[in-house]
């Protein structure tokens, strides 16, 4: 139960993070959508790395059903435990952008219209996913207690470097097509991306398995 809740209160933080910081940053740029993508740079690159360092000791502090399907696919947490996880990440993923609405007194749920279609897109998720979960690993073998820092500073270059402003988790994509802010994504679009955030898992994963054989 403290691993699920650590899970919880995890997602939900970085959810309220990346959909406030949109909103804020939108507001205060005067229409400059590049100053506006730097302060959610800085504020989803920042509180990944508050949350992991602080969740990290109680659930591993995954807040990804991406990352989960890694540590499944590694046999490092069981199908049932993983099942959870996700069901909770998406959960509070939702609970998150709920709240980041409140506190800018707009309505609490809305459909975004704007898309995030196209080959360049699902191949920009799939880049990024693939990055994410390769960072995750290769850290974990190499220092352990660097994994916080270089997440958020891996999440902050996404955010520039891919065409898609790098999602790289489902829960947080199925979770922004329910806000009509500067960090949502119109629901048709969300399929494509968390099929495409999921194969980069799976690549990764397997290619850290395949550098593990050769050592």
Not at 10 to 17: E, K, P, S, V
Not at 67 to 85: C, D, H, N, P, Q
Request: proline share 3%; glycine share 12%; aromatic share 10%.
């Amino acid at each position: 139960m403290r691993a699920l809740a650590a899970e919880a209160l995890g997602t939900m933080l970085l959810l309220a993070t990346v959909v406030g910081s949109g909103i804020m940053g939108e507001r205060l740029s005067d229409g400059n959508a590049a100053i506006a993508l730097l302060g959610n740079t800085l504020a989803t690159g920042a509180i990944l790395a508050v949350l992991i360092t602080i969740f990290g000791p109680f659930s591993g502090a995954h807040f990804n059903p991406a990352v989960t399907l890694s540590f499944a696919l590694r046999g490092e947490i069981s199908k049932g435990l993983a099942a959870l996880y996700v069901i909770v990440q998406v959960s509070a993923a939702m609970a998150g952008v709920v709240l980041a609405h409140l506190m800018f007194e707009v309505d609490a749920l809305q459909t975004y219209a704007k898309a995030r279609e196209g080959p360049a897109q699902m191949l920009s998720e799939m880049v990024a996913t693939f990055g994410l979960v390769a960072c995750i690993l290769g850290t974990l073998r190499v220092r352990p207690q660097a994994v916080a820092a270089m997440v958020g500073l891996y999440i902050s270059a996404g955010y520039w470097f891919t065409a898609s402003t790098s999602f790289a988790n489902p829960a947080v994509t199925i979770a922004r097509s329910f806000t009509d802010t500067f960090s949502g994504i119109a629901p048709g679009d969300v399929l494509g991306f968390v099929v495409a955030q999921l194969v980069g898992a799976a690549l990764a994963t397997g290619m850290f398995w395949w550098f593990g054989r050769g050592r």
